[in-house]
């Protein structure tokens, strides 16, 4: 993946983000129109939110199987899949291309407002 996000290679490397993390948020997605706007908004937030861990996961790995195969995803029909999780666990699964605004209120919610440093 192209972007300046650190990525997800394994499904055990995942397995190990989100549970060694409290709050984690992935974007499983191609190099394509829908999937580029949510990674550069992921790349302006982790400054931001630097009690959130922002990564990607490319969509066509095999090991993507573990995003793939959630059920908070069952039914989804774009990409990128966004998943977010609190404590190893799903609190949020969404798909398809994301404003700012709906990624910022998705982790005020889930994860709490940014704290300035």
Do not use: W
Request: charged share 20%.
């Amino acid at each position: 993946m192209y972007t300046n996000l650190n990525h997800i290679e394994t499904a055990d490397q995942h397995a190990t983000i989100i549970n060694e993390n409290e709050n984690v948020m992935v974007c499983c997605g191609r190099m394509g129109p829908m999937c580029i706007p949510v990674y550069g908004i992921m790349e302006e937030l982790e400054e931001e939110y630097g009690h959130v861990k922002f990564f990607d996961m490319e969509f066509d790995n095999p090991e993507a199987h573990v995003i793939r195969n959630l059920p908070e995803v069952r039914g989804f029909m774009g990409i990128p899949f966004t998943i977010y999780y609190k404590n190893g666990k799903v609190v949020k699964a969404t798909s398809s291309i994301q404003s700012r605004d709906q990624v910022t209120s998705i982790l005020n919610e889930q994860f709490g407002v940014p704290v300035k440093a």
